[in-house]
């Protein structure tokens, strides 16, 4: 069975379309048609990330001018790291207003880019396969008294969890926990009377 994506790393694009500083205008319009990108991250020798050059920023009128990388780039960028959650990458472009993060390892090394269509993949994992990990992950971990009868059904990423509980206290932490799993829209109970 495949590790379903809990981390940036399993979804980033890479290899990368990086730009050093010094590269020309000319270049960065080149790359990004070439490779159909909207953003390419600025790195230095090292490969470390100095700032961002987006389509905008190539925009004539833009003020003000430049025509290298380092002149027309915004910096410092905004970068997550690849061990970060989905969620945190998601948060991070939706506070900051972004489409696209430039993804660095430990040493702050670009590794890849992770962009709002990357994050939205990880609710293409199969029903089936969300199923078995709530029954695995937290139904089998939080339910395990006698009389606890908890079945899972998940129809196109909402799931319902049904049957009996002795205990109804845990039901918040439950959809808490089923929440929490990559690919999941909602949590539904429908607990026999």
Not at 186 to 192: G, M, N, Q, T
């Amino acid at each position: 069975m495949n590790r379903p994506p809990h981390f940036v790393s399993d979804v980033m694009s890479h290899p990368v379309v990086a730009v050093l500083r010094g590269a020309a205008f000319k270049e960065m319009v080149e790359a990004m048609a070439r490779w159909k990108v909207g953003m390419m991250p600025v790195i230095d020798a090292e490969r470390r990330v100095v700032g961002v050059v987006s389509e905008a920023d190539l925009l004539p009128g833009k003020e003000p001018g430049g025509s290298t990388a380092e002149e027309l780039m915004s910096s410092p960028a905004v970068t997550i790291h690849e061990d970060a959650t989905l969620a945190q990458a998601a948060r991070t472009m939706a506070v900051q207003h972004l489409k696209s993060l430039p993804v660095v390892d430990a040493a702050g090394r670009i590794s890849g880019v992770v962009s709002r269509s990357d994050l939205l993949k990880v609710f293409l994992r199969p029903d089936e396969d969300l199923a078995a990990e709530i029954r695995r992950e937290v139904v089998k971990r939080l339910f395990p008294e006698p009389g606890a009868e908890v079945h899972v059904r998940v129809d196109n990423g909402v799931v319902t969890l049904s049957g009996t509980l002795p205990d109804t206290r845990l039901i918040p932490v439950a959809t808490r926990l089923v929440r929490a799993v990559p690919g999941v829209v909602d949590v539904e109970w429908a607990l026999d009377d």
